[in-house]
């Protein structure tokens, strides 16, 4: 299955308008994916509309978040059903600042229904680190059935190595994410305590539609199984 996991629709401020549920499913179909997972900055709101657009475009989704740590690191919940997404909901509520969102400054935050129609704002900035930590963060995607994928782990802003400078030992991930699978040698090199059968995700972090991925990498159903092993 040809697959892009890292995908921002318009809620997240820092994408582009034109990525609505619709449009996103429908490039990923052009493009020749599969399965894609749409994943805003701390919010699940706008995954009901995805899911219903999907269903209507014919691709594969999995509902998905990028959650930002108290650590300032991002890290993927990546959910087979919809409403254990959602169920995450009233814990990032109760775990994110209020912070009034400025749109001229960090962009608009449009939630759409399955026809691509505004529906209204999101109105706390989203862009906000969680009052939660890593592990915290992971176990409680776990505890909602999602896998836990710590996001472009070599990415000096909001990546585990590029910022925090390793993959904690005691941090129950499910795969790790990068965005150049060439670099994968060195890290395993440079961090002998990831382990040998980790699952490693490339992925786009898409913010405009011409950034999702072309059907340049596969995942197989057995590895995507994977990803949910852990999971209760
Ligand atoms: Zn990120
Ligand atoms: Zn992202």
Same mark, same amino acid.
């Given at each position: 299955?040809?697959?892009?996991?890292?995908?921002?629709?318009?809620?997240?401020?820092?994408?582009?308008?034109?990525?609505?549920?619709?449009?996103?499913?429908?490039?990923?179909?052009?493009? %020749?994916?599969? =399965?894609? +997972?749409?994943?805003?900055?701390? $919010?699940?709101?706008? @995954?009901? !509309?995805?899911?219903?657009?999907?269903?209507?475009?014919?691709?594969?989704?999995?509902?998905?978040?990028?959650?930002?740590?108290?650590?300032?690191?991002?890290?993927?919940?990546?959910?087979?059903?919809?409403?254990?997404?959602?169920?995450?909901?009233?814990?990032?509520?109760?775990?994110?600042?209020?912070?009034?969102?400025?749109?001229?400054?960090?962009?608009?935050?449009?939630?759409?229904?399955?026809?691509?129609?505004?529906?209204?704002?999101?109105?706390?900035?989203?862009?906000?680190?969680?009052?939660?930590?890593?592990?915290?963060?992971?176990?409680?995607?776990?505890?909602?059935? %999602?896998?836990? =994928?710590? +996001?472009?782990?070599?990415?000096? $802003?909001?990546?585990? @190595?590029? !910022?925090?400078?390793?993959?904690?030992?005691?941090?129950?991930?499910?795969?790790?994410?990068?965005?150049?699978?060439?670099?994968?040698?060195?890290?395993?090199?440079?961090?002998?305590?990831?382990?040998?059968?980790?699952?490693?995700?490339?992925?786009?972090?898409?913010?405009?539609?011409?950034?999702?991925?072309?059907?340049?990498?596969?995942?197989?159903?057995?590895?995507?199984?994977?990803?949910?092993?852990?999971?209760?």
């Amino acid at each position: 299955m040809h697959y892009d996991f890292h995908i921002h629709s318009c809620l997240s401020p820092c994408a582009e308008n034109e990525m609505t549920p619709n449009n996103i499913c429908n490039m990923a179909k052009i493009k %020749g994916l599969d =399965v894609i +997972a749409v994943t805003d900055h701390n $919010s699940t709101r706008q @995954l009901a !509309a995805c899911a219903q657009a999907a269903e209507q475009t014919g691709i594969a989704l999995l509902s998905g978040m990028e959650l930002q740590s108290q650590e300032e690191m991002h890290i993927l919940g990546l959910f087979r059903r919809l409403e254990d997404a959602l169920s995450m909901q009233p814990w990032i509520d109760a775990h994110m600042p209020v912070i009034p969102n400025r749109p001229e400054f960090f962009g608009e935050q449009l939630l759409l229904n399955a026809s691509d129609e505004a529906t209204g704002q999101e109105d706390r900035l989203l862009l906000v680190s969680l009052q939660a930590g890593l592990e915290e963060i992971a176990a409680c995607i776990h505890a909602h059935h %999602g896998a836990a =994928v710590p +996001a472009h782990i070599a990415e000096r $802003s909001y990546g585990l @190595l590029g !910022a925090l400078g390793t993959v904690p030992v005691d941090l129950l991930y499910d795969a790790l994410e990068i965005q150049d699978p060439a670099m994968i040698p060195a890290i395993r090199q440079q961090n002998p305590q990831i382990p040998e059968d980790t699952l490693w995700l490339c992925d786009s972090d898409a913010h405009r539609l011409v950034d999702i991925h072309e059907a340049d990498y596969e995942i197989s159903e057995a590895a995507c199984r994977r990803l949910w092993e852990r999971v209760p």
